[in-house]
């Protein structure tokens, strides 16, 4: 059986953790999600416009307000009320952005089918129970439609994982370990902070299967690389180059 921690200790670290976690957000939500995050999104997501969307999950709501600027109409759900704040502050009145209060483990407010297109952004990794929340975005879909999803890559971001630099040869090489644990773990964010998130670590396997007996067939996956023009604005982005730090599924009901 995985380790888990109560679900209240997890929204605890969140709340606590919210006001530092968006400080550097900007309307592209930060430069990794500008550079890595968003291109694949918005790559997989369909036409918006008019549409029923989802964003589960959603912080302070930046993904939120550029899918209701493209025309969406947009359900926003959060289980951090220190969270919801944030987003409710930054968001105009004329963006108009339904956000809630939820579990994505469990949104039995909201009625089944109702949706277009469901879009989670570094969730699912956070989450005690991703078959239920799997299970729970299945059943608000309407048929047919999709749910893309980005996650932290497990096979490269794993507990224990980071950059080792080898001063002798001038080389740093990326360290995994603890691929196969199933379970919780802490995360320090920013790396150099003393505040611990709750992290969840399944093998891709364990996603895969996931997936499939949630009843989605998996229509497209993306493991982000910066793009050529993003390594000139950012040239930091380099070290993506040699393994993905996330991956970004595309399913359909
Ligand atoms: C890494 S942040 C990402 C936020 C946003 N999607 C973005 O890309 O900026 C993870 C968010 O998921 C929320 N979250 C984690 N588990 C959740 C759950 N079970 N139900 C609802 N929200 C959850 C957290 O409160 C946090 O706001």
């Given at each position: 059986?995985?380790r ?42 369909e ?9 589960a ?54 009625v ?26 299945y ?34 090489y ?6 196969f ?36 067939s ?10 050529k ?25």
């Amino acid at each position: 059986m995985a380790r888990k921690v109560p679900t209240e200790e997890a929204i605890k670290r969140w709340d606590q953790h919210a006001e530092r976690f968006t400080a550097n957000y900007d309307e592209h939500g930060g430069i990794h999600r500008e550079v890595l995050l968003n291109p694949a999104i918005f790559s997989l997501l369909e036409e918006v416009k008019g549409k029923r969307l989802l964003d589960a999950g959603c912080g302070e709501g930046y993904l939120s307000r550029i899918l209701a600027q493209k025309g969406a109409i947009v359900t926003a759900v959060d289980y951090s009320e220190k969270m919801l704040e944030i987003a409710r502050e930054r968001t105009y009145e004329e963006v108009p952005i339904q956000y809630e209060h939820g579990n994505c483990e469990k949104l039995d407010f909201l009625v089944d089918e109702q949706f277009d297109c469901i879009v989670s952004n570094m969730v699912l990794q956070d989450l005690a129970d991703y078959k239920a929340a799997l299970s729970e975005m299945y059943r608000l879909l309407k048929p047919n439609s999709t749910f893309i999803f980005s996650i932290l890559h497990p096979c490269f971001v794993t507990p224990n994982s980071g950059w080792i630099r080898n001063e002798r040869l001038d080389q740093q090489y990326w360290k995994v370990q603890r691929y196969f644990y199933e379970g919780v773990y802490d995360q320090k964010l920013p790396l150099d902070s003393d505040d611990k998130i709750v992290f969840y670590h399944r093998t891709l396997t364990s996603y895969m299967k996931a997936i499939i007996q949630a009843g989605f067939s998996i229509e497209d996956v993306i493991e982000p690389m910066p793009s050529k023009e993003m390594l000139i604005k950012y040239p930091q982005f380099e070290e993506d180059l040699h393994c993905a730090d996330f991956i970004v599924f595309k399913l359909r009901k």
